[in-house]
C-alpha cells in the first residue's frame, strides 16, 4: 500500500506495512572509543515534546494533519515516550477477562470499537543531524500501543500493530532537506486488541523509545550467537552466525574479564556461520551467571573498519531429558515470579533504576525466574537478567481470555474463540512469535520461549510452537492453555497449569508422567496472601517432576492519584471511573507499587524458595544444599544462640556440603542448662559483595527452639478489695482495676496513677476480610462472628422490657480476685463464651476466654480478646515471631526473637485495608508511649497485633484515604487467627489445618499488665 487506509485496521491480516525485517537487539559502535564511551553516534533521539491531538475516536482526528502544509505548531505537546493516559488525556482502564469495550460495544473477533476508540495524533519536526546526512535514514519506535500508522512529510511510510516488540521503518525515500514533519497516528484498540486482553492496567500512545539510526555500509544486521557444551560439559561449541549486509571481513574477539580467551578472523560473506572451540568454558547459571565478552569487529573489503559490535555470551546448555528439564545437567527448579512491566507514575514506561530494584529486590529474597507476563519487556530487562542471573520464561504478546472465558472445554464450538483454529489470524501470530524470537535470541538468561497467555488452543498457537522449535532447538517451548484445549497437546514441552492445588498435582503426575509439571501461576499474592506456599516449594523435593512455579504477580499494579483533599494514594481499578474494570484485582505483588519495596509476604517467599535448607536441632544440623552448581562454602555460615530472644553467643562454622547433597553438622555451641527459652539459628550469608547485595546479606537460615524450665512468676503484694452495688474493684499498691456489672466488663485499669483502657476488652471472633476471604465468600459464611463481636452482650435478649441480665461471678482468694463474666451471642443457635479475669496483688491480670463449640456455627475467624488503649501508646515491641506479620500458614520466614516497631508500621499498604498486622508465637508484648509507658501483655505462644483500627473500621474502607483518624490503638491478642490462604484469590479456602480447631472446648489463657 501506498496510503494507509484505517479500514484495514479492523482486519487481522492487515497487522504490518512496510516495517523492516525483525532482528537482533545487538548494538553497534563506529569506534572502540564509542564503544567505550557507549556513545551511539548511529542513533539519534526523537524522546522528547512532540506535538499532539487527542480525539475519542477516528472519525473526531484532524483529517489531514498529516500532510506537509497543515501546520500543528499550536497543538499541544505530550512527552514522548509515556503513555497518554499518564500525560492527563484519556483514562487508565482496568481489565482482567473481560474486554475493555464490552458493555459500551457490541462488537465480533476482528472488529475494533468506533463510538470510543481513542485516536492519538502525533507530530515530531525535526532535521537530520549532520552526521546522518547523505545516509540511509530509519526509525525506530520501540513499542506503541496498540497500532501504529505513520507519515513523513506527508508520505505514508507504513503501519505496525505488536505493541511490545520494535517497529522500524525505511525514512530515507521520504526525507528531504532542511525540516522533516514526522506524524504518527496510535489507536487504542486494532484488531490485535483482541489478542491483548492481558491482566492489566490498558493504555496506549508511544510509550517506548523512538529513534533515528543509520547503519554502516557494511553492516550485520542481525547477530545469532549459541552455545553448544558437550556432554560432561567440560568444552564447548560457539557459533556465530552472521546476516550482513554486505560482504566484507569480521574478527570475533571472546574475552573474560578483560582478558581475551580465542580470536577468530575470516571473510564474512551475507550470510556467514563461524565456529569457536572453548575448552572448560565458565558455565552461565542464575547461581553463577558468569558472562563472557563477544566483540565483533567488521571491515570492509578496503579494510576499513565500518563497525564494533559488542555482545555478552553465557555458556549453557537447556534440554528435556528423561521428561526432566535440565541446566547444564541438572535438574532445574523455577523458585519464579510472573512480572508486569509496571510503574505506579508511568505505567508500563519503567525506568531503569526501577527495574534494577526490581532484579536486585528478586535476587536478594531467592527468586531465581522471570515470566514475562503476558509480552515482551524492554530489552533492558533481558540484559539485566543475563548480568544478575535469573532464568526467564519469554512471553509472546498474546491473551485473548474474554473470548473463550465462557466457552465449554471440549464443546467443539470455538468460532468465538481468538486465535484458535482461525487461518486469518495465524500470519500475525508466527510475526508476533517471529519479532520476539529475532529481538531476544541471544539472551542465555532465556530458557523458554511461550506462545502467550490463557488464550485457549487451537491449530494457530500450535503453529506458533513450531516455529520456536524450527528457529531454536536450543530452547523449550511453553504453553499453558492446552490443558483446556487437549487437541494440540504437543503445543507445549512441559504440563503448565494455573493456580492447580498440590493434592491436584499429585494426582495429575499419578496419572500422565509424559512431561514436567510447572505452575506458570500460582501462590496468587493479592492483598494478604501467600498462605501455604510451602506445601507447594516442599513438592519440588519430593516430586521430580514438579519443577517449580511463578508467582501471580511481583508488583502491585497501582498508580498515584489523589483524593478530594490533595492527599496521594494508590489507585487501583475503578478509581478512575472507568468501566468495565475489575477493581483491585489489580494489587497481586510482593512488592508494593508505590515505592517496589517489599510487602510483609516477601519474607515467607525468601524462605521458601532460599536454595539451602539448614534442619536445626540443639546440637547439631542437618544442611541439604539444593543449589546445582554451588558449594556451601561459598557462604559464610554462622551459629547464633539466643536466650529469651536475646543473643548471647555468635560463632561461626566451617561447612562444605556439595550441590544437591546433605550433610549433619555438630554445632559449636554447648546446650544450656540455665533456665530459659534458647533459639538456636544457622544462617548463610555472602562472603563477598556481588552485584545484588553486600557482604553479610542472608541467603539462606533455619533454627531451632529448646526450653529449660525453671520456677514460675510469682505476683506478690497486698490488694484491697472493692464491693458496690454496681461495681466491684481491686486496688493495689501501684493500680486500681473496676468491674462493672451494669456494664459488662473491665471498664477501668490505672496503673501508676494513669488510665490505661479506652473501651471495655471484649471476647473478639472477626478480622478484617482478606482479599482471599472476600474471594472464598469467607464474610457470608462467617457472618455470624462478626455479629457476635459487635452485638455479644452480658444481657441475654428477652421478649420482655427488660433482657435477662446474668451478674459475673466473683471469687476471692488469698493472693487473687477472680471475676467472670457470660457473654451472649446473637447467633442461630445462640451461643455465649465466658471472660475471666484473675487480678493479682501486683496488678497483673491473667485472663481466659472459653467457649463450648456449637457444632452448627462452626470455625471462626478469631478467637481472642480485643483492646483500645490511648492512640499516644504508638510503641510496639514483642518476643515472637518476626520482622514482619506473620500468620499460621505464612510464618516459616519469620525468626524468633525480640523486635520493635510503631503501630502504624503495621499497617501494611495493601490497596484494600483488610488484616495485617499481626504476629504468631508472642510470648510477650508491650505496647508503650515515647516514654516507655504502657501496658504488657503475655501469653503461651499467642496472635498479637496492635494497629490503629478496628477490624471493622478497616472493613469499611475500600482505600487507606477512607480510614478514619487515628484516635486509638487497638490491641488484639488471640490463641489463634485463621491462615490467610493463597491458592488462588476467587473461591479457594484456608486449608483446614490453619483453621481454628472447634472440635472440643476452647480455651486462651493470657495476661496483661501495666508498665
Not at 484519556?90 to 475494533?112: F, H, L, M, S, T
Not at 492489566?200 to 508511544?206: C, D, E, K, T
Request: proline fraction near 5%; charged fraction near 25%.
Amino acid at each position: 500500500m501506498n496510503r494507509f487506509d484505517y479500514s484495514m485496521v479492523k482486519n487481522p491480516e492487515y497487522f504490518k506495512d512496510n516495517c523492516m525485517p525483525a532482528h537482533s537487539s545487538h548494538r553497534y559502535y563506529s569506534s572502540a572509543e564509542a564503544m567505550m564511551q557507549q556513545e551511539e553516534s548511529f542513533k539519534y533521539s526523537l524522546n522528547g515534546l512532540w506535538k499532539f491531538h487527542y480525539a475519542k475516536n477516528y472519525e473526531s482526528t484532524v483529517q489531514g494533519f498529516e500532510k506537509e502544509e497543515y501546520c500543528c505548531l499550536s497543538w499541544d505537546d505530550i512527552r514522548v515516550p509515556a503513555h497518554i493516559q499518564m500525560e492527563g488525556y484519556d483514562v487508565p482502564q482496568y481489565a482482567n477477562v473481560q474486554y475493555p469495550w464490552e458493555g459500551r460495544e457490541e462488537i465480533k473477533p476482528g472488529e475494533i470499537p468506533t463510538h470510543f476508540n481513542p485516536v492519538a495524533s502525533y507530530v515530531k519536526y525535526f532535521e537530520v543531524p549532520e552526521s546522518m546526512k547523505g545516509k540511509k535514514i530509519f526509525i525506530s519506535f520501540q513499542g506503541a500501543e496498540s497500532g501504529l500508522a505513520l507519515w513523513l512529510n506527508g508520505s505514508f511510510v507504513g503501519y505496525s500493530e505488536d505493541s511490545f516488540t520494535p517497529s522500524e521503518f525505511d525514512l530515507t525515500p521520504f526525507m528531504k532537506e532542511g525540516r522533516n514533519k514526522l506524524a504518527a497516528q496510535v489507536f487504542k484498540w486494532t484488531s490485535s486488541s483482541w489478542c491483548e486482553d492481558q491482566d492489566f492496567f490498558r493504555f496506549s500512545g508511544i510509550y517506548r523509545d523512538v529513534y533515528l539510526f543509520t547503519v554502516p555500509e557494511v553492516h550485520v544486521e542481525d547477530l545469532r550467537v549459541r552455545t553448544f557444551l558437550n556432554d560432561t560439559y567440560t568444552a564447548a561449541d560457539l557459533e556465530v552466525k552472521i546476516k550482513a549486509s554486505k560482504e566484507g571481513r569480521v574478527r570475533l574477539t571472546l574475552s573474560k574479564d578483560g582478558k581475551a580467551v580465542q580470536t577468530l578472523e575470516e571473510e564474512m560473506q551475507q550470510e556467514t556461520i563461524l565456529h569457536m572451540n572453548v575448552e572448560k568454558p565458565e558455565l552461565w547459571s542464575a547461581e553463577t551467571p558468569v558472562l563472557y565478552d563477544l566483540l565483533l569487529e567488521v571491515w570492509n573489503t578496503d579494510g576499513e573498519l565500518e563497525e564494533m559490535i559488542p555482545q555478552k555470551v553465557g555458556f549453557r546448555h537447556f534440554e528435556m531429558k528423561d521428561n526432566l528439564m535440565m541446566l547444564n545437567g541438572k535438574r532445574i527448579v523455577f523458585k519464579g515470579v510472573n512480572r508486569h512491566e509496571f510503574s505506579s507514575l508511568t505505567g508500563r514506561h519503567a525506568a531503569r533504576e526501577d527495574v534494577v530494584k526490581d532484579i536486585v529486590t528478586m535476587k536478594q529474597n531467592n527468586i531465581n525466574a522471570i515470566r514475562t507476563s503476558h509480552y515482551p519487556n524492554d530489552t533492558m530487562v533481558y540484559d539485566l537478567c543475563d548480568e544478575y542471573g535469573l532464568y526467564m520464561i519469554a512471553e509472546n504478546n498474546l491473551e485473548s481470555h474474554g473470548s473463550w472465558d465462557t466457552v465449554q472445554e471440549g464443546s467443539g464450538e470455538y468460532d468465538g474463540v481468538v486465535p484458535c483454529d482461525r487461518p486469518e489470524w495465524l500470519s500475525m501470530m508466527l510475526d508476533r512469535v517471529n519479532s520476539m524470537y529475532q529481538r531476544d535470541k541471544n539472551h542465555p538468561s532465556i530458557l523458554i520461549w511461550s506462545c502467550g497467555n490463557e488464550s485457549f488452543g487451537g491449530k494457530d498457537i500450535y503453529e506458533m510452537s513450531q516455529f520456536y522449535r524450527k528457529e531454536d532447538p536450543t530452547r523449550l517451548v511453553h504453553y499453558e492453555g492446552v490443558m483446556h484445549d487437549r487437541r494440540y497437546n504437543d503445543t507445549s514441552d512441559m504440563e503448565s497449569q494455573m493456580y492447580t492445588t498440590v493434592e491436584d498435582i499429585k494426582a495429575f503426575l499419578e496419572k500422565d508422567r509424559s512431561k514436567p509439571f510447572i505452575c506458570c501461576e500460582y501462590t496468587h499474592a493479592m492483598g494478604n496472601s501467600c498462605g501455604a506456599m510451602h506445601k507447594y516449594t516442599d513438592l519440588t523435593d519430593t516430586e521430580p517432576l514438579y519443577q517449580g512455579g511463578f508467582i501471580w504477580d511481583y508488583i502491585d499494579q497501582s498508580i498515584d492519584k489523589k483524593d478530594r483533599y490533595g492527599r496521594e494514594y494508590q489507585a487501583y481499578g475503578g478509581d478512575f471511573d472507568e468501566h468495565p474494570c475489575d477493581y483491585n484485582f489489580s494489587g497481586n505483588g510482593i512488592v508494593y507499587g508505590k515505592d517496589r519495596n517489599p510487602s510483609p509476604k516477601m519474607q515467607e517467599v525468601k524462605f521458601n524458595y532460599q536454595n539451602i535448607t539448614a534442619q536445626v536441632d540443639k546440637e547439631s544440623v542437618k544442611v541439604i544444599n539444593k543449589n546445582l552448581f554451588v558449594n556451601t562454602d561459598t557462604f559464610q555460615c554462622t551459629v547464633m544462640l539466643k536466650k529469651d530472644g536475646k543473643q548471647i553467643l555468635e560463632v561461626p562454622m566451617e561447612t562444605h556440603t556439595e550441590p544437591l547433597s546433605e550433610d549433619i553438622y555438630v554445632l559449636p555451641v554447648p546446650v544450656q542448662t540455665l533456665p530459659g527459652e534458647y533459639t538456636v539459628t544457622v544462617s548463610f550469608t555472602l562472603k563477598e559483595d556481588t552485584l545484588w547485595a553486600k557482604r553479610g546479606h542472608e541467603v539462606a537460615f533455619g533454627e531451632a527452639v529448646y526450653k529449660v524450665e525453671g520456677e514460675a512468676e510469682s505476683h506478690r503484694g497486698e490488694m484491697n478489695i472493692i464491693r458496690s452495688i454496681h461495681n466491684f474493684g481491686v486496688r493495689g499498691e501501684n493500680f486500681e482495676v473496676m468491674f462493672s456489672y451494669l456494664n459488662g466488663g473491665l471498664v477501668s485499669y490505672r496503673y501508676g496513677g494513669v488510665e490505661m483502657i479506652k473501651m471495655i476488652p471484649k471476647p473478639n471472633f472477626w478480622r478484617t476480610p482478606t482479599d482471599n476471604d472476600e474471594g472464598s465468600l469467607m464474610p457470608a459464611r462467617y457472618g455470624q462472628w462478626k455479629l457476635a463481636s459487635l452485638y455479644l452482650s452480658h444481657k441475654r435478649p428477652s421478649e420482655g422490657r427488660y433482657p435477662d441480665s446474668k451478674m459475673p461471678e466473683i471469687e476471692v482468694k488469698e493472693d487473687y480476685a477472680q471475676i467472670t463474666y457470660t457473654y451472649f451471642m446473637p447467633t442461630t443457635p445462640e451461643a455465649e463464651c465466658q471472660l475471666s479475669y484473675k487480678v493479682y496483688a501486683d496488678g497483673y491480670i491473667e485472663t481466659a476466654l472459653t467457649y463450648d463449640p456449637v457444632k452448627e456455627l462452626g470455625d471462626m475467624p478469631e478467637f481472642g480478646v480485643i483492646f483500645k488503649l490511648d492512640a499516644d501508646y504508638d510503641h510496639v515491641s514483642w518476643y515472637g515471631m518476626g520482622p514482619k506479620e506473620t500468620y499460621e500458614d505464612r510464618r516459616r520466614g519469620a525468626k524468633l526473637g525480640i523486635y520493635e516497631n510503631k503501630v502504624q508500621d503495621n499497617m501494611a499498604l495493601y490497596l484494600n485495608p483488610q488484616e495485617c498486622g499481626n504476629k504468631t508465637g508472642v510470648r510477650w508484648a508491650s505496647v508503650t508511649d515515647k516514654k516507655g509507658r504502657g501496658m504488657l501483655f503475655t501469653g503461651d505462644s499467642m496472635n498479637f497485633s496492635a494497629l490503629p483500627y478496628t477490624p471493622h473500621e478497616m472493613e469499611n474502607a475500600r482505600h487507606d484515604f477512607e480510614l478514619p483518624q487515628v484516635h486509638y490503638t487497638v490491641v488484639r491478642v488471640s490463641k489463634q487467627q485463621m491462615g490467610v490462604g493463597g491458592d488462588d484469590s476467587w473461591g479457594a479456602k484456608t486449608h483446614e489445618e490453619y483453621l481454628l480447631n472447634v472440635s472440643e472446648k476452647m480455651e486462651f489463657k493470657f495476661g496483661f499488665k501495666g508498665i
